[in-house]
């Protein structure tokens, strides 16, 4: 790029465009600026009217990556950054010369840095040099960081978050830290989906190292960023810039992260214009996921005594566990603002730092729902919290979050494995609670508008959450074929059987439908079984079949058995209550008789034939001159019901699942978070370079072809 005067040149009538063009020049080339320049006091000062196009900046990418090594530019600038943002934290976030050198610095650090990290070689992040020189003088106030750059930057960046509050004069500064944060911390994306000992994140890293005190309140700051959806502040001096959007040329280095890394204006106003979205409550929600899901893997060194041999080996056995996340455990901690818990001697207990209000919580989530994002934050709430879980399930509005859930579950073919998992997941661990079984089939719908089959009117909760999972659980056999969606469905319904009450018509007929289903099934795999025994070519098999059929058979053996206890757990504790159940067990009773005398199912069959002889009897008793009609058959059962004592029923031990998170679940939650982002946010990420998760080799190829686009979009 050629030499560069030490001290640029403000005044002698260079004008503004000029002299931001000469800094930001400097700052990607060759020469070194000490950190107690008055340079970088300049570089931050001035706005930074640019019209760069892509191309260009892409060159200065290089070479500020090219150069970086040397100047360690990148660690000054943070530094630089940290210092505005405690300046910002002293000057109570109010508008100051701090918050607009603080903005600056964020928009050439989020370009320039991310530019770093798709492009970085290895998975160490060396190139990133964090560390000064040991020749560069330091200032006083650079001490109390432990001269750690990362640790500065993310503490500055987390403090600021938790002790200013958003404004509108603070909400672009809030959300450009939040932003760098996603960037900062998309080291991860370059890591295999194991975290290993090697793995070297050192932002987010840094960010597990703060103090719990701090850790707490950003937690809770950014909860109530994503409960009260601070909308874009369109009032204030800055949507004048982001209403450029449109324009064919670069106006800043910042705006050219904005098209060509889609960085943060693109994403702060939509193309529509729709300013009832909130970027900030997404984005801290998509922080706080990132932050609560990380799991750093720590070595453990087990060294035998030596023997006074020097020559003889020392027997080392490694050993690794995952450190506690502060994150994860900040968010297990949250309490609500507006109970505090007190201790029998009437003590208040120790008042946590993150406390908020779960009422906002509980609207909020009710309403965002139908993001995959805010499934995956109700899950940590409800797994993690067990305060949040309480407070959830004593609402008696509990369809503000299931209708959501539920809709999801009924578009399946429109959604992903994973956000079907983890509404699954979410009805298992709520199953769990009796008082929540027994409460869904209280609430009353006057109508289910999304539901094409048939209309569900004056049909309960609790009835509508069985037809859905039945639903769920015939569309897995017919398309997906997946055995984790299949069990976790079925032990939804088992813990919610015993406290069925009233269930309607069309959700019992449903629930022997089931059975029907998987005895078809069944009896194909055992067909198919019984061939291959017969079969004297081994390469006659259909291509459909499973390569092991008994495996299978056995498989749908557990799924039907389990269905005949879930009908046992309704006949034995909830028989009175429900006549549609036994009207449909009896009007589809051939579908038990070939699995009469089954080993398996004998014992639980003998209960339903107990039922069903005791009604039938009755039916035979009842002397009538007309036809038989539903609703005739129906009232004779509801009569005959009053006098069931349940004898003969044998009694089974109550089934009762639970959920239980796998032994290493960061394996699949920190790429399930970072896949959200990728897809969800608009964040862009080079797919070439992601090894967190799988990328199909179309979508990097889009990729390249989308970057290309961008290119020749900007240099209109």
Not at 170 to 177: A, G, M, N, S, W
Not at 238 to 261: C, D, K
Request: proline share 5%; net charge negative.
């Amino acid at each position: 790029m050629g030499g560069v005067p030490s001290t640029p040149r403000l005044g002698g009538g260079a004008r503004p465009e000029e002299t931001a063009e000469y800094l930001i020049t400097a700052f990607f080339a060759e020469k070194s600026f000490p950190l107690v320049s008055d340079y970088w006091q300049k570089l931050l000062e001035l706005p930074l009217d640019l019209r760069w196009p892509s191309d260009r900046v892409l060159e200065a990418c290089r070479l500020f990556a090219m150069n970086n090594c040397s100047t360690r530019h990148l660690a000054k600038i943070l530094v630089h950054l940290a210092w505005c943002l405690q300046e910002c934290v002293s000057d109570s976030g109010l508008a100051s010369p701090a918050s607009s050198k603080a903005l600056n610095a964020l928009y050439i650090v989020s370009v320039f840095l991310k530019n770093l990290i798709e492009n970085a070689k290895t998975d160490n992040f060396e190139v990133l040099y964090l560390l000064l020189d040991e020749t560069e003088p330091i200032p006083n106030n650079f001490s109390k960081a432990g001269e750690n750059v990362e640790n500065l930057v993310m503490y500055s960046t987390l403090n600021f978050i938790a002790k200013v509050d958003v404004s509108p004069e603070t909400y672009l500064l809030h959300h450009e830290l939040l932003n760098f944060m996603v960037i900062a911390m998309s080291t991860q994306l370059l890591s295999g989906p194991s975290p290993g000992l090697n793995d070297a994140h050192p932002f987010i890293d840094a960010a597990m190292d703060q103090e719990s005190s701090l850790v707490d309140s950003v937690v809770c700051k950014l909860l109530l960023n994503y409960t009260i959806h601070p909308r874009v502040p369109l009032n204030s001096s800055f949507y004048t810039i982001l209403s450029e959007r449109n324009q064919p040329v670069l106006r800043r280095v910042g705006f050219a992260a904005a098209n060509l890394m889609l960085l943060p204006f693109n994403y702060l106003v939509s193309s529509t214009g729709d300013a009832s979205r909130s970027p900030l409550a997404e984005i801290s929600l998509n922080v706080l996921l990132i932050l609560s899901h990380y799991h750093k893997c720590i070595s453990v060194d087990y060294a035998k005594d030596k023997s006074d041999n020097d020559s003889s080996e020392s027997l080392t056995k490694e050993d690794t566990y995952f450190s506690e996340n502060p994150f994860c455990k900040a968010v297990g901690n949250v309490r609500d603002i507006e109970y505090n818990r007190i201790t029998i001697e009437g003590d208040a207990q120790s008042d946590p730092l993150a406390r908020l209000p779960f009422a906002s919580l509980f609207d909020t989530l009710g309403m965002c729902l139908t993001n995959e994002t805010s499934v995956l934050l109700l899950y940590s709430l409800v797994h993690g919290n067990s305060s949040f879980l309480e407070y959830v399930l004593v609402r008696t509005d509990l369809d503000t979050l299931l209708m959501p859930m539920l809709e999801t579950l009924y578009n399946a073919p429109r959604r992903t494995s994973n956000h079907i998992y983890m509404v699954l997941i979410i009805f298992l661990i709520l199953s769990q609670d009796s008082s929540f079984n027994a409460s869904i089939h209280k609430l009353m719908l006057t109508n289910v508008p999304w539901y094409q089959e048939r209309l569900l009117h004056h049909t309960s909760l609790g009835s509508l959450m069985i037809i859905i999972l039945i639903r769920t659980v015939k569309y897995n056999l017919s398309k997906l074929r997946d055995v984790y969606l299949h069990t976790n469905c079925l032990a939804t319904l088992a813990n919610m059987a015993p406290h069925v009450h009233r269930l309607s018509a069309y959700a019992s007929q449903q629930l022997v439908s089931l059975f029907d289903m998987l005895s078809r099934k069944y009896n194909k795999l055992a067909e198919v079984k019984n061939d291959k025994k017969n079969m004297q070519d081994d390469n006659l098999k259909e291509e459909s079949l499973s390569e092991d059929p008994s495996a299978e058979l056995h498989l749908y053996t557990d799924f039907l058995r389990l269905v005949l206890e879930i009908l046992n757990a309704i006949l034995t504790y909830a028989l009175p209550r429900n006549p549609e159940v036994v009207y449909a067990i009896m009007h589809r009773q051939e579908v038990f008789l070939p699995f009469k005398n089954h080993p398996r199912f004998n014992e639980l069959l003998e209960n339903i034939y107990t039922v069903l002889d005791f009604f039938n009897s009755r039916m035979d008793a009842h002397k009538t001159d007309d036809e038989w009609s539903v609703e005739k058959v129906l009232q004779v059962i509801i009569n005959n019901c009053r006098s069931w004592r349940g004898e003969g029923m044998k009694m089974f031990m109550q089934l009762r699942f639970t959920y239980e998170q796998e032994s290493h679940p960061e394996e699949f939650f920190m790429p399930y978070v970072w896949q959200l982002i990728l897809s969800r946010s608009g964040y862009p990420f080079n797919p070439s370079s992601i090894n967190l998760f799988p990328v199909p080799v179309q979508d990097i190829n889009d990729g390249f072809e989308e970057e290309a686009a961008k290119e020749d979009s900007l240099q209109v």
